[in-house]
């Protein structure tokens, strides 16, 4: 495992650590109703032709597995993201909860040395988990200060923390240790097949050959100012991940051949600057600073162009939307309008009156004022903010739907009991403010295309032996779409377990079962397209990979002088 920054876990480590994998075992615990017929509506209903049912399928059919298998072998421990839906609940085969699973809190002092070798981001650091988050199901007021003081002694943490530290002590419990500093730069080719990869390391380039396959896990190209030109339908403007993401894995990918899918589409979010200690001028996703109530987004006419508490992925399409008379992007950069009610109850970025106001954000004492410091029409904002406060007072956003769906609910102020108000309130408490929002990304989605289990396929649609693909490195199962919380990390760990599996099973060391009289009547793999029946006859060798997978029928007697070492003789076969 080759990490090219100094610290592991990239964007992950940086995440709320939310995995959307549907299906799971936990949902049953609970008692929530899902089935694998239900997902895949789900997701084929949000596909507009962007998705490939078999890599669906694959998907859906693995996410529990997957679940089951993290848990059981290795220290990752799930537990239900409460109360948070789908993100597109009403969508037939849509759920209302029970999809999304995060860690439970995880001792980084279990990690020894390489507790302090994780990176961790700017907005979700790891003291609290998704669920006790403002993104999470309750936003409380916040854990209380004796429970955060004894999380403290074992730094204990969670979110994205917690799966990254969880998953790198399952790793370093199997001699698993990752290599950091060390950059894939070019794969390397052998006899028809990726044999390993070019890394530059800490002291200088060196080979690593790989037995099984090579998986390239190496993010999205969201930091690659030219490929994002290049390949995204519309305006990225602010990328959340980690500057590491720079596009390698996609360059290593297409320069042996690597066909190309879901190029345009990236995981929207929407975004703001703000000054962030010790980081400076950084990007902020805004979640529920756009679907509580007391605030709108407005865009340089000074009018609402959305449903604000849409999802935020969903949410790209509106800041892509080009005005062709003016051919302009109508709506980006957009404005986030709010009122002294809404920072004062829920604050921004970290700050919250009567904290002074930072010079990220203007503020005004009217509407008027404010849409003349924003340089946006006057008469246009006021009529604006009075339509909205009008609809509001009626409980209703019949230009936007906005908290029509159980979604835009959910991310709202649970004090209101999941009624529209708690997204819908008035603009009307001076002084007013606002902030410019752009439209960014967690990562990009595509990359080389694969087959499903997540092996790279090239231009002519076969398969580049040896080579694998997993995260946003890999071109997207999702199409244009977001399945709920945990919508790329689920995927992410889906296809990454294909992949490995795969790889692994490849690595497997042969077996021989040399000059012996006996006779293979069958042989069946579990890894179904893998390996096909054979039949030996007396005094051939049989190289066996996969063998641990194999049901062998040898005639009674006949295993007398066989040499069988490795799997089989673990399996008790011998
Ligand atoms: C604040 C925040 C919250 C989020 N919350 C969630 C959430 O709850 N659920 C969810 O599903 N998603 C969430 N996301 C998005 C999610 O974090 C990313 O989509 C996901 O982490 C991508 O995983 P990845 O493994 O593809 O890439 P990364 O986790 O970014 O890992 C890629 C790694 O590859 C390394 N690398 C790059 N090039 C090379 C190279 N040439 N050689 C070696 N190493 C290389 C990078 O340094 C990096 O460490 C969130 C993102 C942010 C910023």
């Known amino acids: 495992m080759f990490e090219k920054a100094d610290t592991v876990g990239g964007t992950s480590a940086w995440s709320g650590g939310t995995v959307w994998l549907p299906n799971n075992r936990h949902e049953v615990e609970l008692g929530f109703s899902d089935s694998r017929e239900e997902v895949l509506t789900c997701l084929m209903s949000l596909s507009h032709g962007l998705m490939e049912q078999p890599l669906v399928e694959a998907y859906v059919d693995t996410a529990p597995e997957v679940v089951a298998w993290l848990e059981d072998h290795s220290p990752v421990e799930f537990e239900t993201l409460r109360g948070m839906s789908d993100y597109h609940p009403e969508h037939p085969g849509g759920k209302q909860e029970g999809r999304s699973l995060e860690c439970t809190l995880f001792p980084f002092a279990d990690l020894g040395d390489w507790a302090h070798r994780v990176t961790v981001g700017w907005q979700i650091t790891g003291e609290i988990t998704m669920s006790e988050s403002s993104l999470g199901r309750k936003a409380p007021g916040g854990v209380p200060a004796e429970e955060l003081e004894r999380r403290k002694l074992r730094d204990e943490r969670g979110a994205g923390q917690a799966l990254v530290g969880r998953l790198l002590r399952g790793c370093l419990d199997r001699g698993v240790e990752p290599q950091v500093g060390s950059r894939g730069v070019r794969l390397l080719p052998g006899a028809g097949r990726v044999t390993g990869v070019l890394i530059e390391g800490p002291d200088g380039p060196f080979e690593a050959h790989a037995r099984g396959g090579v998986v390239l896990a190496t993010g999205g190209f969201e930091h690659d100012e030219r490929l994002v030109k290049a390949f995204l339908r519309g305006p990225l403007a602010r990328a959340v991940s980690v500057p590491t993401n720079t596009d390698d894995g996609l360059r290593m990918a297409m320069r042996v051949g690597a066909d190309l899918t879901d190029m345009r589409e990236a995981w929207w979010v929407a975004t703001i600057d703000v000054d962030v200690a010790g980081w400076g001028r950084v990007p902020w996703q805004v979640n529920t600073e756009r679907t509580r109530p007391h605030t709108i987004m407005v865009n340089d006419d000074g009018v609402r162009f959305t449903n604000e508490a849409a999802n ?263």
């Open 312 to 574: 935020y992925n969903a949410l790209g399409n509106a800041f892509h939307v080009v005005d062709v008379q003016r051919f302009a992007y109508v709506n980006h950069p957009a404005w986030l309008v709010l009122d002294h009610h809404f920072l004062s109850r829920y604050g921004l970025a970290g700050h919250r009156p009567p904290a002074p106001t930072p010079g990220w954000m203007i503020e005004a004492p009217t509407v008027t004022g404010l849409a003349e410091r924003m340089g946006v029409p006057a008469d246009a904002m006021r009529a604006t903010v009075e339509r909205w406060n009008g609809n509001a007072a009626a409980g209703s956003d019949p230009d936007f739907r906005r908290g029509d769906s159980h979604h835009d609910r959910a991310w709202g102020d649970p004090a209101f009991g999941g009624t529209h108000l708690g997204t819908l309130g008035p603009i009307d408490c001076p002084p007013y403010y606002a902030v410019r929002v752009r439209c960014g990304a967690l990562g990009t989605k595509g990359g080389p295309r694969t087959d499903t289990q997540g092996r790279v396929l090239d231009v002519d649609g076969d398969v580049i032996e040896g080579l694998y693909a997993a995260g946003n490195a890999m071109g997207s199962v999702m199409g244009m779409t977001y399945g709920g919380h945990g919508g790329t990390l689920g995927p992410g760990l889906v296809f990454g377990y294909l992949s490995g599996r795969h790889a692994a099973a490849l690595a497997t060391p042969p077996m021989t079962c040399m000059t012996v009289p006996w006779r293979l009547a069958e042989q069946f793999a579990d890894t179904r397209d893998d390996l096909t029946a054979v039949q030996l006859d007396i005094g051939h060798e049989l190289v066996l990979r996969q063998a641990r997978h194999a049901v062998l029928q040898v005639e009674p007697g006949g295993i007398e002088g066989a040499e069988v070492r490795g799997d089989l003789l673990r399996d008790g076969f011998g």
